[in-house]
């Protein structure tokens, strides 16, 4: 199958052809007729496989055929949960219409709003835009969704973990019941199948290799480690490896993630951190810097997972696990993107086996212990899935399962979920 299959304006192909994309991927091929058509989608795919485009070509195909209605607001509108989604939906739209004559817009947290409201005051065709920031210039009375035809719902579960999915549905219930609504999730079940339920239209479901996608082009690996200084120690061995290009570290908070800049910065490399207090100005140049490759370490909290396109990520380390599973799909979707092969490395101290237990749950697999010549972990390895543990002196352990609940460890989103809209962490 091609993308001519898909009987797309010619300035549309041209364009594609242009990024070198020649066949569709799996999501584009089940998504995008059912676009075409005019039909409500919820949809679930893992990261990197090219979802971004499976919603932005139909759209832009339906502003070309179509006139537009009078008025000054948006044709399409994409909601997502972080900044970085924003621009890389943003950078998508720029990039298909570079032979369509099209206005877009962003309109985001963490910019000033002088611009914004100058952006507000013409007519746009779309519009990418963060809950908060677009809940504080509805209340202002600045927009105008009477022409919308399009409303995208992209990474709908963040938005839900975030605590912005109250902001969504207002603000769908602001547009026409006429629009089409197109609804992207890791999962669609729970709380965010009800969110469907009332947003979308007889919507239909597409769903790509499930969320239990295995990354196979990327190696991942488990590190056992004892307490901080080994965990430490086993990051530095990751970070001077010979194969290692371009690195992500996780961590679990924010200012988890500017000691470690900074320690790692100390050590030599060149280092920054990348969360959600940063301003947005900061942000954008530590990601510009990360592309020109004068930063070769960056340290980040999952404000970062999602909408993080870099080329090179050849590892990704997880210097602390996500509390959500599913945030351990998108940290690692990071590297071995584009065809490349990668490496996620996760470092599982004493506390970490229920989260692990959890991932591996998600992935439908079980990930083998590394263990590293010299840093071998002194603490007798946990078994996993409720098994018993053996002790230093053979007598077993409490069960693994007794540990449920035992750790609470706040991560970036889980510390924002209750914020007001305008403080948001995109």
Request: with cysteine; aromatic share 4%.
């Amino acid at each position: 199958m091609s993308f001519q299959d898909f009987n797309l304006n010619p300035s549309l192909l041209k364009a594609i052809d242009d990024t070198g994309f020649q066949t569709p991927s799996d999501i584009q091929q089940l998504s995008i007729p059912h676009l075409l058509q005019g039909k409500d989608i919820m949809a679930s795919a893992p990261t990197g496989t090219g979802k971004t485009a499976a919603f932005v070509l139909p759209a832009l195909q339906r502003l070309l055929d179509n006139e537009p209605g009078e008025g000054r607001g948006p044709r399409v509108l994409v909601l997502t949960p972080t900044r970085e989604l924003a621009k890389q939906v943003a950078d998508n739209i720029y990039t298909f219409t570079k032979y369509a004559r099209m206005r877009t817009c962003s309109i985001v947290g963490g910019m000033p709003y002088p611009p914004q409201i100058k952006l507000l005051r013409q007519p746009l065709d779309f519009m990418v835009a963060t809950p908060g920031r677009l809940i504080d210039h509805i209340n202002s009375g600045r927009i105008d969704f009477s022409r919308l035809e399009v409303l995208v719902l992209d990474e709908a579960d963040r938005m839900l973990d975030m605590g912005f999915i109250d902001d969504v549905k207002k603000i769908a219930a602001l547009t026409p019941g006429s629009r089409q609504t197109v609804l992207f999730s890791a999962t669609l079940e729970g709380e965010i199948l009800r969110v469907a339920q009332k947003i979308l239209t007889d919507p239909e479901r597409v769903q790509v290799a499930g969320v239990k996608f295995k990354h196979e082009s990327i190696s991942q690996k488990i590190h056992q480690v004892d307490d901080y200084r080994h965990k430490r120690a086993m990051l530095a061995h990751v970070l001077n490896g010979e194969s290692v290009n371009q690195t992500i570290v996780f961590t679990a908070t924010k200012k988890g993630a500017d000691e470690l800049a900074k320690q790692l910065s100390e050590e030599g490399h060149r280092c920054a951190a990348l969360h959600g207090d940063m301003k947005q100005n900061w942000r954008r140049r530590t990601i510009e810097n990360m592309q020109k490759n004068k930063i070769s370490v960056l340290v980040a909290t999952d404000v970062a997972a999602r909408g993080l396109d870099i080329k090179g990520i050849s590892h990704v380390i997880n210097f602390d696990l996500p509390m959500q599973a599913e945030d351990y799909i998108h940290r690692i979707g990071r590297t071995g993107r584009g065809g490349s092969t990668g490496t996620a490395v996760s470092l599982v101290g004493t506390k970490d086996w229920l989260l692990l237990s959890r991932i591996e749950k998600l992935l439908d697999t079980k990930l083998k212990l590394s263990v590293v010549e010299g840093l071998e972990p002194k603490k007798p390895a946990v078994k996993q899935h409720g098994q018993k543990v053996q002790g230093r002196k053979g007598k077993p352990n409490i069960r693994f399962k007794k540990q449920a609940g035992s750790f609470r460890r706040r991560s970036e989103s889980g510390e924002r979920a209750k914020s007001k809209p305008s403080a948001e962490v995109a």
